[in-house]
Each structure stands twice: as C-alpha cells, then as structure tokens.
C-alpha cells in the first residue's frame, strides 16, 4: 500500500536571474513498511525535500501524497492537525519542552489533540525506547541519545502513518547514533514503521532497506537493497 507520493515536486526562490531551483521535479512513492534514506550532501535539496513533504513549506509546483490525501488541497486547519495526527517529525536538535519530562514530552501531541493519553501503549513505547527509568526526568537530565529517543517516542506516539527524520544523529557522537540508527530498524522491521530519513551519510545510507540520491535538487539514483 502506498503511504507517500510526490508528483513533479518543484521548489524555486528569488526571480529572474537571482532564482534558485532547490528542488527540481522529483518524483517517486514509498509503500507502508519501507525505510528509505533520501542522501546527498548539503545543498543537494534533501531537507527541502523533506520540509514539503512533511507540510512545513509549500511548493511552487507539484504534488504531495500521504495516505491518498494531496496535503497542499487541505485548509491550513486541516493540514496542521493531519500532519500532528499522521506525519511524526524529528529534528537533529531535539525540540524537547525543557520543563516537561519524559512521559509529558512523548505524550505532547496527543495532549494538543485534546484527547487522552494511553497509559498503556505509553508504557509500551517507554520500554521500545530504552527510557522507562528516565520516565519522569526533564529534557537537561537526560544525554543526547536519550534526548533523540524522547523525540522519537513523540514522534510516535500518534501512531502516524510516515516517519520524517532530519538527519536524527547529526547531534550524536558515534555510539549514540549507531544506537539512534538500530532504534530506527526495529521500529522498521518489528513494528513495521514507514520512515523517510535524510542524511549525508553513506554508512547511515545502509541501514535502510532503499536509498534515494539526490544532488542539484533532482534524483539521480534510486536503490532498493
């Protein structure tokens, strides 16, 4: 089943003789279960890539997909709660609130959506991550994989239907983010999660089961392992 697609996805700034295409006609789909890495280096297009499709930026041209639904027809009401509801999010700095903890972090979206948290599937996910005994520690007693890992349990905890991750280790010394990356496989392979992560890593690049290359703003190679 398809969860993503994007049709002739184009990004352009500025005018004239001063306009730079970000992102140039790219299109491709993911199907539910697949963990795809989107790699190129810094400039390349990858994170404006990953900011239309997860609905933070609009594009000039072309199409994003998620579950059959083109995101940029919804209302900006209707976007904002479908992207809290279907699409988790994270980020290279964590963007935890420092003075709620662990559970209250994780827990954060559901709150937003004003509906109750489940105590038990939050246990659940507390045990997936590793964090059961840091539970009811805030953000700054807490190291940087532990950081990641709260970040990812919210990302989570709506159970979405796409998993967008901005090059998730690039805060993380080597061992954290070995551990970041076997976190993101198990949630692929055990529970079956669809993940779109970018990176410029090409060891990162491996632990995905398809990689997407993308340079000058175009996809220049597509490899499924």
Same mark, same amino acid.
């Given at each position: ?11 352009? #700034?500025?005018?004239?003789? /001063? ?28 994170? !404006?890539?990953?900011?239309? +499709?997860?609905? +933070? ?8 997909? %998620?579950?059959?639904?083109?995101? #940029? $027809? ?5 976007? !904002? ?9 994270? #980020?290279?700095?964590?963007?935890? %609130? ?14 937003? =959506?004003? $509906?109750?948290? =489940?105590?038990?599937?939050? *246990?659940?996910?507390?045990? %997936? ?10 953000? /700054? &007693? ?16 709506? *159970? ?6 901005? &090059?998730? !280790?690039? /805060? ?12 993101? $496989?198990?949630?692929?392979? +055990? #529970? ?8 410029? =890593?090409? $060891? ?10 993308? &340079? =000058? ?9």
């Amino acid at each position: 089943m398809e969860v993503l697609r994007t049709e002739e996805l184009t990004k352009e #700034y500025g005018f004239g003789e /001063n306009k730079v295409i970000a992102l140039d006609h790219v299109s491709f789909s993911v199907e539910k279960g697949e963990f795809v890495t989107i790699l190129g280096p810094s400039g390349s297009g990858k994170s !404006t890539l990953l900011h239309l +499709v997860g609905g +933070v930026d609009r594009p000039t041209h072309g199409q994003v997909f %998620i579950g059959g639904q083109s995101i #940029y $027809k919804m209302k900006n009401r209707d976007l !904002t709660v479908f992207r809290r509801r279907e699409i988790g999010q994270i #980020y290279q700095f964590y963007n935890l %609130i420092p003075v709620l903890d662990v559970k209250e972090n994780i827990s954060l979206p559901v709150l937003l =959506d004003h $509906k109750k948290v =489940d105590q038990e599937e939050l *246990q659940k996910l507390l045990e %997936i991550l590793g964090l059961e005994k840091r539970a009811d520690h805030l953000p /700054n &007693e807490l190291s940087g994989g532990q950081q990641q890992r709260v970040a990812i349990g919210r990302a989570l905890i709506s *159970q979405p239907q796409l998993i967008l991750a901005d &090059e998730p !280790t690039g /805060n993380l010394d080597q061992k954290n983010s070995l551990e970041i990356i076997n976190l993101f $496989k198990e949630l692929n392979e +055990v #529970y079956k999660q669809t993940i779109l992560l970018i990176t410029h =890593d090409e $060891k990162i690049a491996g632990n995905s089961s398809r990689t997407i290359r993308i &340079e =000058d703003g175009k996809i220049i190679e597509d490899i499924r392992r």
